[in-house]
């Protein structure tokens, strides 16, 4: 904490000190942003890198609270209706002005059948133009966390996609299409280059229209997937930035000069899920059965992996082990809900037996080995844990484009058992609920849910939570819905995992958000 208040002050005084000489600045995280069209790929770093490039309504400062941005200002003209007055004079990167018939169309095509980032504008039934400045947003009832989802509505540009034949968002076979390759939006920077796996350069947006907090003329993100290559990048200088900081080299960077580690909490939520919905599992061909449809072998699961030596070995004390599926810091959080249920092998294996599989059976754990911290080493603790009460357990560890494509829609979440991690991009527990913990709660619910999980009631409970704008009936409607699904064993959370950055005395000022978002638009060089 003290860190991060010492970094605002710097932030600060960096922003309100004389202009300085610009600078470029190269940065690194352990892999690639998955593509560039701001309507696919709701991935986290994915997501922030699409932040620099296009806008929405409004924005995330770098405390996270909500900001105007292409919206000046919005008005609840009725109980369904929210009426934004858009910003005059904005041009895209190509030189075109922005208007509503923009909006509407972007609103158009992030609902589109491939898009990931749907979710975002759920419960939204129209948007509507009232003039070239004006736009109105119209949902199906009273949405209580409307404006905090628009922060991921990305505006694009209607002539520039009908030119470049991007009308839809376009994943699979078709994912590398123009605006997957390509950019442009109404932010501070723009796509320079784009070399996948090796670099994408940015520059700023000399016709931008807020002022500039940076003062940096190139930006350069190079994904470097080894955590000792990275870690020696930023010791020679040959990058200003690096996350996240392996959690064995922190001691040592730390005590280097001309190097910070700079160190938090994180919002996101680490867990483990299950196939709960084919009727054989796709690692027992030919048995007719899938073990993970009886709530006993997710319990025996969820027992038989000892979470307090994951944190102490694997984590060296950097997370927070959890027993929801929300951090604290997201709206919902239940404090009298976050305790674990104990570690228990020997229980674990009495309830795979009482459920027909005294011997155990085997299964596939599919994992990142590039997208969390010491992902691919959780799951490699977890094989033996789990070997112990008779699961055999396959892992297949691989990067996260190939992990996501598996477990997710473009493969048909072609999965028995894997890992996620998810941080609510409204920072409210209904984004985990409708993307991760339900089916039918709406349009796009369920878009993350690669396991399928499902129950009558919390499907009932998340959209009553989508209209809900009494926050106390709320907040009890939310942990009712995560009761049920801690009791249905549902998912298997793990923990939080700690933000830890590397920095160079080269960069002034780079705030550090709870989300793990770089914020190149704050970021100052000496």
């Known amino acids: 904490m003290k860190i991060r208040i010492a970094l605002a002050a710097a932030l600060a005084l960096a922003v309100a000190a004389p202009p300085v000489a610009a600078k470029t600045f190269k940065y690194s995280t352990t892999g690639d942003v998955i593509g560039m069209d701001p309507h696919i790929n709701n991935e986290g770093p994915t997501n922030a890198m699409k932040d620099h490039i296009y ?5 995330r400062h770098w405390d996270l609270a909500v900001r105007p941005a292409l919206a000046t200002e919005w008005t609840q003209v009725n109980p369904t209706t929210t009426r934004f007055k858009l910003r005059s004079g904005v041009t895209f990167h190509d030189g075109s002005p922005f208007t509503a018939d923009d909006v509407v169309f972007s609103f158009d095509r992030i609902r589109g059948e491939q898009s990931d980032m749907k979710t975002y504008v759920t419960g939204v039934k129209e948007a509507r133009k009232v003039d070239d400045l004006t736009v109105e947003l119209v949902t199906e009832a009273p949405d209580p966390v409307l404006i905090q989802n628009l922060t991921l509505f990305h505006i694009m540009s209607k002539s520039w996609a009908q030119k470049h034949n991007t009308l839809l968002p376009l994943r699979g076979a078709n994912a590398e299409s123009f605006a997957n390759r390509n950019a442009n939006g109404t932010g501070p920077f723009k796509l320079a280059e784009r070399v996948p796996d090796t670099r994408t350069v940015l520059v700023p947006n000399e016709k931008w229209w807020g002022t500039p907090e940076h003062n940096l003329t190139r930006v350069e993100f190079r994904p470097i997937g080894n955590a000792a290559t990275r870690v020696a990048a930023l010791l020679t200088g040959e990058i200003d930035m690096m996350f996240p900081v392996p959690l064995q080299d922190i001691p040592r960077l730390e005590r280097t000069a001309g ?35 009886d709530v006993r072998v997710r319990r025996a699961f969820y027992q038989a992996i000892d979470i307090n030596a994951i944190h102490r070995v694997v984590m060296r004390g950097a997370s927070t082990p959890t027993a929801l599926m929300i951090a604290p810091g997201i709206a919902g959080f239940s404090k009298e809900l976050n305790d674990r249920y104990p570690f228990d092998p020997d229980g674990a294996k009495k309830l795979l037996a009482d459920a027909g599989y005294p011997s155990g059976f085997t299964v596939t754990l599919d994992c990142p080995n590039d997208r969390y911290v ?36 473009k493969e048909g979440r ?15 527990a209904h984004n985990m609920l409708y993307n ?20 009558p009631k919390v499907e009932e409970l998340t959209k009553a939570i989508g209209q809900e704008l009494d926050k106390e009936k709320r907040t009890a409607m939310i942990a009712e819905a995560m009761k049920i699904h801690k009791e249905d064993f549902g998912h298997i959370p ?33």
């Open 374 to 409: 010491n992902d691919e080493a959780i799951c490699q603790a977890v094989v033996p844990m789990l070997s112990r009460i008779g699961v055999q357990v396959r892992l297949n560890a691989q990067t996260k484009g190939l992990h996501f494509d598996k477990i997710g829609l």
């Open 414 to 428: 072609r999965t028995s058992f894997y890992m996620l991690g998810w941080t609510p991009g409204t920072y409210d």
């Open 436 to 455: 991760i913990i339900t089916l039918n709660a709406g349009p796009g619910s369920g878009a993350n849910n690669s396991g399928r999980y499902t129950n």
């Open 55 to 59: 806008e929405g309504l409004v924005t």
């Open 259 to 293: 190097v910070k580690v700079l160190q938090g909490p994180e919002l996101r939520t680490i867990f483990l899920g299950f196939d709960q919905f084919r009727d054989e599992l796709l690692d027992m061909a030919g048995s007719g059965k899938n073990p993970f449809k």
């Open 494 to 526: 793990l923990h939080q995992q700690a933000l830890a950055w590397g920095v160079r005395e080269t960069v002034a000022a780079i705030p550090q958000a709870a989300n793990d978002a770089v914020m190149l638009k704050y970021v100052r060089m000496k």
